[in-house]
């Protein structure tokens, strides 16, 4: 988000200093752009008004114009970093409504207070946790998570059971590790179908 304000910030600082001839090439490219944007042909060479600009007038055209391209891509970059963080954020809320099916409407505040209610860890990154208000919650009991796994194992389809049986003989653990659970958990039936397929 800094990144894209401060190019922004410098982009409307450069463009404010070109001279009246400057701009007008400027305002050229960038209706070039927005025809192309529209679907219609891009033209790339410069307009021939580029050529009556002075070197310093020249310069800072190709300022203007490295910058826009820097914040078009910090831009793009940073609608990319935000549906990563969307896409976690749901994936977090999918797992807390599979530990309380009940649970409607739920934020993302309220999916990591369920995890943290079933002695699950949120599992979201530094940048998402940043977004949560957190929630304070009891810390539960041993017997209170034990019965909590317990319910958990006995809604697993039998399927997502075999798959659990298998990561445990692979780690060879005698208890169910809770990033175990939680990797069963997240799977679909059609991908614990393809994971029980490579152990046939």
Request: proline share 4%; net charge negative; charged share 35%.
């Amino acid at each position: 988000m800094h990144d894209t304000e401060r190019l922004r910030d410098n982009l409307e600082e450069s463009i404010s200093e070109l001279t009246p001839a400057t701009r007008e090439v400027w305002e050229v490219l960038v209706e070039r752009g927005e025809r192309a944007a529209r679907g219609e042909e891009y033209i790339a060479d410069l307009p021939p008004e580029y050529d009556g600009l002075v070197r310093s007038e020249q310069a800072a055209l190709m300022r203007v114009v490295n910058l826009s391209g820097d914040l078009h891509a910090a831009s793009a970059a940073e609608n990319e970093g935000m549906a990563a963080l969307m896409r976690q954020a749901q994936g977090t809320i999918v797992r807390a409504q599979r530990l309380e099916p009940d649970a409607d409407n739920l934020t993302l505040e309220g999916a990591v207070a369920v995890l943290r209610r079933h002695g699950l860890g949120s599992g979201i990154s530094p940048e998402l946790a940043e977004m949560v208000v957190e929630v304070p919650v009891k810390e539960p009991t041993e017997e209170e998570v034990d019965a909590v796994v317990e319910d958990i194992l006995d809604s697993l389809s039998p399927l997502h059971q075999r798959v659990l049986h298998i990561r445990m003989k692979i780690r060879e653990e005698d208890e169910i590790p809770a990033e175990i659970l939680e990797e069963v958990l997240a799977l679909s039936e059609s991908e614990a179908e393809e994971y029980l397929e490579e152990f046939k």
